[in-house]
């Protein structure tokens, strides 16, 4: 329970002033109830004892009259609410009754009444209580209303000392502390009190005076900062253009420019250009015994000399030597280095790594040659001469003998649409408008075949890629244009192979577009893409539950411009299995499909996998 000064002060004055005062009261008024009760109990014992000494007479001799006034004596008692005597033989002999005095609680008590070694009768009293607890009641009030006045007094004046003591000094220490936190530091807090509040307040003047002194020097110091960062950010500014330009100069280059701790074979700078070289991101060009690590066994003597020997200030270093790339390649590379001395007095090497790969591999294929020139050379010329024709009468035919046709045809089209329109019907227009999309068909199918001849001519690079990762986003492009479809999408996680990831995602988009399309008629589009095993080899699927077809047209499936629905049904043009199956194939994969017509379908292949990759099924 949190509470503020003045309601906590209140409460605990209260506390002390009435806790006491209620447990006094009680124990006061507890005493006094003991004591009525213990009066009461003995004048009840010697009433009776006098009603059984002056009742013996009159219960012996029979004479009721004689023992009225002692009944009368006591029921004059205004406690006393009843009395019964009673005759052993005949009853009731005296009673006297007045139940209007009954205001508390009625005690009874009995005696027998003896003479002569007789019982003769018996005497009955009954006692209230009333007029004792009235007057205790009364002395409760007047000590309650003694309490209140008490209480009242008191906390009006603990509120009055309250307030103009300590409350209201405490407001204003509060505000001038506040002043203090905003910095308004011009007005002085003057006290007068010589007590602990005004001894506070002074305390707290001291310090406005010595904040405000700090604050003037603080600025003054600020504002010569505030110039000496000024020029420091103009000088900053003009090295770092500087920088900029040096950098982009020697980053825009072939040559790799470097920085290397000798004695801990780790670089501390590689230029950019690094990460294209072996396909390893900077990061990794800087870990700790990156060279012992990616430089290739036989050729780590050459780089003894530069890293392990002790170095003379100014020396030249130049070498040949093979890089593993993360291919799997090896990548040939010259460096030149040259050694100085850092502020510390240790050794530090800088330089440059230069691709020489190519001029490498010509080297060692001449090297190859040189016993058999004329019949490598001779081989290599048909194979040249063979491609090259094939490739120009494919070239020829598709530019020649198929484009400048359909580019006649299309610009007659367009002349007669334009020049005869107001002499054509409507039925030789609409064969006119037949005949131009037939022209944009067969260009378009033109267009397919030279793609899947560039995916024939296409280099592969191969490399591990996370399929999961490429899956996800692919579906995240389908589905942009149709947010609000229901769909359930499952791609397992850590799916990976050693692919060229350029001509993977255009199958692997084939293959989940697909899906997608047919699966369009489906209340909610369901598409899974994981992996299984098939005679101990991974296999990749995508599955979904679309309109399916029938395994009968599986020959057909990878056929250029083949359709098992119609175009009015479904939009393609026939050619995207085709890319995927010429894709798998050029990755030394194969791809096959299982279907049932209504039930959905699912297209299996294969990849090569690194050999680092854990299978999770």
């Not at 209480?151 to 209201?168: A, C, D, P, Q, T």
């Not at 649409?417 to 033109?446: G, P, T």
Request: charged content about 25%; aromatic content about 8%; overall charge negative.
């Amino acid at each position: 329970m949190n509470l503020s000064l003045r309601p906590a002060v209140i409460l605990a004055i209260l506390l002390g002033l009435l806790l006491p005062a209620t447990l006094n009261g009680y124990l006061s008024i507890r005493t006094e109830l003991q004591q009525a009760e213990n009066y009461m109990q003995q004048d009840h014992e010697r009433l009776v004892d006098i009603l059984v000494l002056g009742m013996q007479e009159p219960l012996w001799n029979l004479a009721p009259e004689s023992g009225k006034p002692l009944l009368e004596s006591v029921m004059s008692d205004q406690r006393v609410v009843r009395i019964v005597v009673n005759d052993a033989s005949l009853g009731i002999f005296l009673s006297s009754d007045k139940p209007e005095r009954r205001k508390g609680q009625l005690s009874s008590l009995s005696h027998l009444v003896s003479k002569q070694g007789n019982v003769i009768g018996n005497v009955t009293l009954e006692l209230d209580d009333g007029l004792a607890t009235e007057n205790i009641r009364n002395k409760l009030r007047q000590y309650l209303v003694a309490v209140v006045l008490q209480v009242v007094f008191s906390l009006g004046l603990i509120l009055f000392l309250l307030n103009s003591r300590v409350l209201r000094p405490l407001q204003r220490l509060t505000k001038q502390a506040g002043q203090l936190a905003s910095h308004q530091l011009d007005q002085p807090f003057l006290w007068q009190r010589e007590d602990e509040i005004g001894q506070l307040g002074s305390a707290l003047e001291r310090n406005r005076l010595a904040l405000k002194d700090m604050i003037g020097a603080l600025e003054q110091k600020n504002l010569q900062l505030e110039a000496d960062l000024m020029s420091r950010r103009q000088i900053e500014s003009a090295l770092r253009v500087s920088e900029d330009r040096m950098r982009r100069l020697v980053e825009s280059t072939r040559l790799i420019p470097w920085d290397a701790r000798p004695e801990e074979w780790r670089f501390t700078y590689v230029g950019p250009q690094a990460e294209q070289l072996l396909g390893y991101p900077l990061s990794e060009w800087y870990s700790e015994g990156f060279l012992t690590s990616y430089l290739h066994p036989d050729d780590r003597h050459f780089a003894y000399p530069l890293f392990a020997d002790v170095h003379e200030p100014g020396q030249i270093y130049e070498f040949e030597c093979r890089l593993l790339a993360a291919s799997g390649k090896e990548v040939w590379v010259q460096i030149s280095a040259s050694c100085d001395l850092d502020p510390n007095g240790l050794p530090h090497l800088q330089g440059f790594l230069f691709d020489i790969s190519s001029r490498r591999a010509n080297e060692i294929q001449l090297e190859n040659y040189r016993n058999h020139l004329e019949e490598v050379v001779e081989e290599r010329s048909r194979e040249l001469a063979t491609t090259k024709h094939e490739l120009e009468i494919l070239i020829n035919i598709l530019t020649q003998d198929l484009r400048t046709p359909l580019r006649t045809v299309e610009g007659f089209n367009q002349v007669l649409l334009e020049d005869y329109q107001d002499q054509l019907d409507n039925n030789a227009r609409n064969y006119l408008q037949r005949i131009r999309s037939s022209i944009s068909s067969m260009s378009s199918r033109i267009d397919d075949l030279l793609m899947l001849q560039q995916f024939l001519a296409t280099e592969i690079r191969p490399q591990e890629i996370n399929l999961s990762l490429m899956a996800q986003d692919i579906m995240d492009e389908i589905t942009m244009l149709q947010p609000d479809r229901a769909k359930d999408i499952n791609i397992s996680e850590a799916l990976s192979a050693e692919a060229d990831p350029k001509l993977i995602r255009i199958a692997l988009y084939n293959l989940l577009e697909n899906a997608w399309k047919f699966s369009q008629h489906c209340d909610v589009i369901k598409i899974t893409f994981s992996q299984t095993l098939v005679n101990g080899q991974r296999v990749f699927y995508v599955a979904d539950e679309g309109v399916g077809f029938n395994m009968a047209q599986a020959k057909q499936l990878f056929t250029p411009f083949y359709r098992l629905h119609s175009q009015s049904q479904y939009s393609g043009n026939g050619i995207g299995l085709t890319a995927t199956q010429r894709i798998i194939s050029r990755h030394g994969g194969r791809i096959w499909a299982k279907s049932t017509p209504n039930e959905g379908t699912i297209f299996y292949f294969t990849l090569p996998s690194s050999p680092e990759i854990s299978l999770n099924f």
